[in-house]
């Protein structure tokens, strides 16, 4: 049972390199997310996909861009990559937009 | 504008009590609510949840009180066990937040043996 499938776990960057995080469900869910968590407080919401085809901005959309590519994978893309993007990313998917979500193991990002 | 507070950042609870977390929220359109708990170099993993249309939802050793007057809810998790030991996050959602989840910044539950 593997769930929501994240990588890598662990990543350090330059500022200014770009990468790309990649996120799988096996759940056939339709709905997928992408959250930071940072030190002292909740996640945050980056971007969603309520559907194929679909995606939208979440609460801080700023420095990412998102893709999905199919039903069951969600990337996330960091094109320019600046300290304050140092965090924890965790991909999140739900059968539909308002259910519970299930997550990831997180990706640890660390910006030098 | 935090819309969902929990201000307690940990909680230490003997094993066999009563562990109870708390939860504030502004927002009075928010109509789902649901609790996650988190394990270190874990992604969060759902616990369990209320609509705003019920006072109380219970889950085995697990329940939440949901007081809307307050904008208040609390979980409860009897007898405490050792495992229960993690971040217990409080999340909503409602027409509001365009049914996004919006959390709080997790207590740290410590169960001392």
């Known amino acids: 049972n593997a769930g929501v499938t994240q990588t890598p776990k662990f990543q350090v960057l330059k500022t200014g390199q770009s990468m790309t995080l990649q996120c799988a469900q096996d759940m056939n ?3 997928m997310y992408w959250y930071r968590q940072d030190p002292g407080m909740g996640l945050r919401l980056i971007y969603y996909s309520a559907s194929e085809g679909t995606t939208d901005k979440g ?6 861009n998102v ?3 199919n039903k069951r994978e969600f990337s996330l893309r960091l094109e320019s ?28 990002l660390t910006v030098v | 504008d935090q819309q969902v507070k929990q201000n307690s950042p940990s909680l230490s609870v003997q094993e066999g009590r009563i562990s109870i977390l708390n939860c504030d929220y502004t927002n009075s359109m928010f ?9 270190p170099a874990e992604g969060p993993t759902f616990l369990i949840s209320i609509s705003s249309i019920k006072d109380k939802n ?7 009180f949901l007081n809307k007057s307050a904008k ?24 509001d937040s365009n049914y996004q989840l919006i959390w709080g910044a997790g207590t740290k539950l410590i169960i001392k043996p």
Request: proline share 5%; glycine share 8%.
């Open chain 1, 67 to 69: 893709s999905r590519l």
């Open chain 2, 58 to 64: 219970e889950d085995g050793r697990f329940t939440v």
């Open chain 1, 59 to 64: 609460e801080v959309p700023n420095g990412y």
């Open chain 2, 31 to 39: 109509d789902y609510f649901l609790w996650y708990k988190k394990y």
């Open chain 1, 29 to 31: 869910h339709n709905s």
């Open chain 2, 72 to 95: 208040h809810l609390s979980l409860h998790i009897v007898p405490s066990q050792p495992g229960d030991s993690a971040v217990y996050f409080c999340a909503a959602w409602g027409m």
């Open chain 1, 81 to 108: 990559a600046a300290p304050s993007q140092t965090s924890v990313y965790f991909c999140a998917s739900s059968e539909l937009t308002a259910t519970e979500a299930f997550f990831g193991q997180g990706t640890r």
